[in-house]
């Protein structure tokens, strides 16, 4: 079969507007439209992933592959491989979306030592490498997977084995100095399986120290190799171990700060990552724009009913829109972008469903844009915000907050104003109701 016949029913992905019937269209996503002073395509830098679109065969804890992909079908061969980067270029063309991620061993023949691995890794980049070349579309992040071969059972890492730590190092390397190689605009770690079952045999202090030497390492050889996009880390709190070190984005600056990374090492955040760590999405992306470590996005949903990384396509403009909104207060992506790590359901099996996947969630996210800028532009939710903390610019919140001031010193000040403070309404539900009336006006 020719790779490009995999998506040949289905024709290229274009904007047509709100009105148009046609499903497989962008209704929202004119990636020419300036929004917030930028193109909605330099805006979004959207990206599809290789590992849930093209890896992945549909198979779950209780069943068998369903998708029948045609490079799925023998061995995880370097032609398969082969086979495999050509169809997801073409993918790529067919959304017109600018940007694409991969894991090394995503786009690579299966290996087991580390011979097979330098060269099947090496044959896999040159591909790459044309394909950006032929097509223009480009990578915003590589990373390389510690986690699903059953060598880092026990973590990559944080393994209490050398050895594997040790494999891990070559990948990393490897990843790294390919992603540098192929333009790429970030490097993710996600921590996979650096965590523990069970503390009986586990020594945190240790594999902490294991992990926040390791990313050390790379932030060095980031700086040899002269790599100048973005190190993130991708938190998540649990999933595959019971406890992950990357809890969450609070937890992950915790860790930067111990290491004295926290200048070098930005958050990947993942939608459904923060959900699992019982935050709100945006949630995440205020507390790493606080921090100063804000970097890029993971876009998917998980559902409500269960506590899994279900990563399915974000498919809520008004959950959006909030997350949005932080993504603005945050001044936009440098280096980031929105990555769909996301994947369409088991039973959705047919090619045809990975466009109204991605078509969706582009949609989504785009006019999520247009409403989170129309409710900044129009500017009553901010004043609301700003009201609150107006007391601070008085007389009186200039002396409590002045930097000679002393718990003493303040307290001294409300018995000498015989101060009665008195509450003010935070006005959330006019707030709700106004993200709800953006949300439907936007387009
Ligand atoms: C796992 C996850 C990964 C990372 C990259 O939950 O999100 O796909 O994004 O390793
Ligand atoms: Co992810």
């Not at 592959?65 to 995880?76: E, K, Q, S």
């Not at 040159?126 to 097509?135: N, S, V, Y």
């Not at 992306?285 to 399915?312: E, P, V």
């Not at 003010?424 to 006019?430: C, P, Y």
Request: glycine share 10%.
């Amino acid at each position: 079969m020719n790779p490009t016949s995999y998506f040949s029913e289905i024709a290229p992905v274009t904007f047509k507007g709100p009105d148009t019937t046609d499903e497989l269209a962008y209704r929202f996503y004119d990636k020419d439209r300036v929004v917030m002073g930028k193109r909605m395509e330099d805006y979004l830098r959207f990206a599809v992933c290789f590992w849930h679109s093209f890896c992945w065969n549909g198979f779950d804890v209780f069943g068998a592959g369903t998708f029948n992909r045609p490079w799925h079908a023998g061995a995880n061969d370097a032609d398969a491989a082969r086979f495999k980067r050509a169809v997801a270029f073409d993918f790529f063309n067919k959304l017109d979306l600018p940007f694409y991620a991969f894991h090394d061993v995503d786009v690579m023949a299966a290996t087991e030592t580390v011979g097979e691995y330098q060269h099947h890794f090496a044959e896999a980049v040159d591909d790459l490498e044309r394909l950006q070349g032929e097509t223009g579309r480009k990578l915003l992040w590589g990373t390389a997977n510690l986690f699903s071969h059953p060598r880092y059972a026990a973590g990559g890492a944080t393994n209490p084995n050398p050895e594997v730590v040790a494999f891990g190092a070559l990948q990393v390397r490897s990843a790294l100095e390919a992603t540098h190689r192929l333009g790429g605009s970030n490097y993710v770690l996600w921590g996979g399986r650096e965590g523990y079952e069970t503390l009986l045999n586990t020594d945190i202090g240790r594999e902490l120290d294991q992990l926040g030497r390791f990313l050390s390492l790379v932030v060095e050889h980031k700086h040899k190799i002269g790599f100048k996009g973005t190190i993130l880390i991708e938190p998540k709190p649990h999933e595959p171990t019971k406890h992950q070190y990357d809890f969450d984005t609070a937890t992950v600056f915790g860790f930067l700060k111990r290491y004295g990374l926290e200048n070098e090492v930005k958050v990947n955040i993942e939608a459904n990552h923060a959900t699992l760590a019982r935050h709100t999405f945006e949630h995440e992306i205020a507390t790493a724009r606080a921090l100063g470590i804000f970097g890029s996005i993971d876009a998917n949903r998980g559902d409500n009913q269960n506590g899994w990384d279900t990563d399915q396509f974000p498919n809520s403009v008004e959950e959006m829109t909030l997350a949005m909104l932080e993504v603005i207060r945050a001044g936009g992506f440098t280096d980031g972008g929105f990555n769909f790590d996301a994947k369409v359901r088991r039973q959705s099996s047919d090619p045809v469903d990975m466009v109204h996947g991605h078509v969706g969630a582009v949609d989504v996210i785009a006019r999520a844009l247009l409403a989170a800028a129309a409710i900044v532009e129009d500017g009553r939710i901010d004043q609301v915000r700003a009201d609150r903390y107006a007391g601070w610019d008085g007389e009186f919140g200039k002396a409590v907050s002045a930097e000679n001031s002393s718990l003493a010193s303040i307290a001294d000040l409300a018995v000498a104003k015989e101060i009665r403070p008195a509450h003010k309404s935070g006005r959330q539900e006019r707030l709700e109701n106004l993200v709800n009336r953006f949300v439907g006006d936007a387009r």
